[in-house]
């Protein structure tokens, strides 16, 4: 039997890292893809660097003759294009670098399969989004909601979408979208609205800030875990046919919702006064204001009213978009941030040890 070989663009983020702990879980060699950065950050996927069947190699979205010899060396069977430009909001300040990573870089993957001649044997899985939907056309969102693309990320990865579907019908290639609702982790990067909160209730909690600047707290999301979210793509690629699927928990909240639920986690009980830039989250107990809205972090344009329905995953994939329910989302990434920040300050406090016998000895002066 043939070996499965997965090469995952985005390694690197929050899904790379989950997906390929469900890949090497299965049995398959995974390559990922790397940048050079003057910093490493590989702090998601640092626990698997070693093992035998995972491999790391340098390519960039922006760079054709990377991608291509890559793919010719280590000749996939399944693609996860999941590298991306991936915050709406810095889409406005960076769209063009957005555009060519989340759209040409789209294009580029696909050219790469095909200039190797693997279109007949390697399919190809594109990290879509339900950013499509935008200044949403309908609620719940499903496979035949029209797209409304609302930002510079969400027009990038409009192209990806549709030039995925293109190839798929013009050369007969096993090549789908997955158009995911948010899903979220204690591997989520910092600063998407979840991990904010639920870093700034641990800090909060534990005195190390006084208050957290949040933007539109009446955003609506459907939020899912990205642990979940994983083994979906992977089924997308194992069904019969080549198709798009909606993937999402069926389960809308706020923003305010969300971060209420934090800080409950982090032992402090929110009251929400005022209105929109006025708007005020306290601590019952102490009176404080330690939630505040800070127009920076408004968008130009903002969609407001995401809600995925998941029906067809749930019937051709079987995939249960309640495993993880919103509430325990909530908690095991505010559990995970405490456990974080409490850390942080042992780290500190060793580091004052240390230069304290340092300066004691005479090493440091
Ligand atoms: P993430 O944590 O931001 O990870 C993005 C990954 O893309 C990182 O590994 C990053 O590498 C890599 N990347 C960015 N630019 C690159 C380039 N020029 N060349 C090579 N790699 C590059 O994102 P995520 O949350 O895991 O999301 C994965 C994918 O799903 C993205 O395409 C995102 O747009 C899409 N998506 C996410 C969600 C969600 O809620 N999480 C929902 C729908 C769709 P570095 O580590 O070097 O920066
Ligand atoms: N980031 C951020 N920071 N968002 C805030 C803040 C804040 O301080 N305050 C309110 N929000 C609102 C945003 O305006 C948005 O409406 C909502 O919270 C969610 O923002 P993000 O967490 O940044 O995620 P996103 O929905 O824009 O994008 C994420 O999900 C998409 C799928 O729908 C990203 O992961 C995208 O890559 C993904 O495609």
Known sequence: MSKNIALITGVTGQDGSYLSEFLLAKGYEVHGIIRRSSVDYRERIAHLEGTPNFHLHYADMGDSMSLVKLVGKVQPTEIYNLAAQSHVQVSFDAPEFTADVDAVGVLRILEAVRTNHLEQSCKIYQASTSELYGKVEEVPQNEKTPFHPYSPYAVAKLYGFWIIKEYREAYNMFCCSGILFNHESERRGETFVTRKITLAAARIAQGKQDCLYLGNLDSLRDWGYAKDYVECMWLILQH?????????????????????????????ELRWEGEGVNEKGIDVATGKVVVAVSEDFYRPTDVVNLWGDPTKAKKELGWNPQATSFEQLVEL??????????AEDAAANIRTMNLAEFLEKGIVK
């Open 333 to 342: 990434m505010v559990k995970h941030d405490i456990a974080k920040v409490a």
């Open 240 to 268: 019969d046919t080549p198709e798009d699927f909606v993937i999402a928990t069926g389960v809308q909240h706020t923003v305010r919702e969300f971060a209420t639920l934090a800080f409950h986690h982090a032992g402090i």
